[in-house]
């Protein structure tokens, strides 16, 4: 399975940006979907995810300001972020798990696939 995410890019406090991941190969594959982020000089940190039945997750940092989505296939995966601040400029990485994994969606140590990254800037 291979993700690739999309989406990111420059833009001013409080505005919006919606980050896509897509996933190839086989669906069956992929349980849960995860968002993470990692701004320099720390670590890679939880920002969201979502179950194969929809089930989600959210970072109290992120909580009521981004919305973690997934379409009907279980092969894309979105990240709808409102209200963005300087905070959040970071790179962030799309994730999944493989089926009948440990069910832990803020632990990275959980995911199986790692996208390749997308950097969002939030300028004050």
């Known amino acids: 399975v291979q993700l690739q995410a999309s989406g990111g890019g420059l833009v001013q406090a409080g505005d919006s940006l919606r980050l896509a991941c897509a996933a190839s190969?086989?669906?069956?594959?992929?349980?849960?979907m995860g968002w993470f982020r990692q701004a320099p000089g720390k670590e890679r940190e939880f920002v969201a995810s979502?179950?194969?039945?929809?089930?989600?997750d959210y970072a109290d940092s992120v909580k009521g300001r981004f919305t973690i989505s997934r379409d009907s296939a279980k092969t894309t995966m979105y990240l709808q972020m409102n209200s963005l601040k300087p905070v959040d400029t970071a790179v962030y990485y799309c994730?999944?798990?493989?089926?009948?994994?440990?069910?832990?969606?803020?632990?990275?140590?959980?995911?199986?696939?790692w996208g390749q990254g997308t950097q969002v800037t939030v300028s004050s």
């Open positions: 190969g086989p669906n069956f594959r992929i349980n849960v």
């Open positions: 979502i179950s194969r039945s929809g089930g989600t």
């Open positions: 994730a999944a798990n493989r089926p009948f994994s440990t069910y832990d969606p803020r632990n990275r140590a959980r995911y199986d696939y």
